[in-house]
Nanobody, 120 residues
Framework: QVQLVESGGGLVQAGGSLRLSCAAS????????MDWYRQAPGKQRELVAQ???????NYADSVKGRFAISRDNAKNTVYLQMNSLKPEDTAVYYC??????????????WGQGTQVTVSS
């Protein structure tokens, strides 16, 4: 019913920047929250940034001051601006959304992921 599509990943050098995008489409009544997770090879998936609708963003300690999450409500799109990238930021980044497709029908949805590789 809902589809999340990430884009913007790629290969950058340490110190560089990338902006990830995640567009939600389908049957959407209300987006309650949109988040970014990442998973590096051999590691567990971790929450990177969280944005609850109407609230303030939250960030993992490892990215505070470097990453910024934002949302374009008109486009149902969430962004992750990543600055001062480090090799340890290398991971597959996943968009996550808490969405009501109906007033009383809420679900959690995931994108397929976009690869971010930071070289030294």
């Amino acid at each position: 019913q809902v589809q999340l599509v990430e884009s913007g990943g790629g290969l950058v050098q340490a110190g560089g920047s990338l902006r990830l995008s995640c567009a939600a489409s389908g049957t959407i009544f209300r987006i309650n929250a949109m988040d970014w997770y990442r998973q590096a090879p051999g590691k567990q998936r971790e929450l990177v940034a969280q944005l609850v609708s109407g609230g303030d963003p939250n960030y993992a300690d490892s990215v505070k001051g470097r990453f910024a999450i934002s949302r374009d409500n008109a486009k149902n799109t969430v962004y992750l601006q990543m600055n001062s990238l480090k090799p340890e930021d290398t991971a597959v980044y996943y968009c996550n959304a808490n969405i009501n497709t109906l007033p009383l029908r809420r679900g959690i949805y995931w994108g397929q992921g976009t690869q971010v590789t930071v070289s030294s």
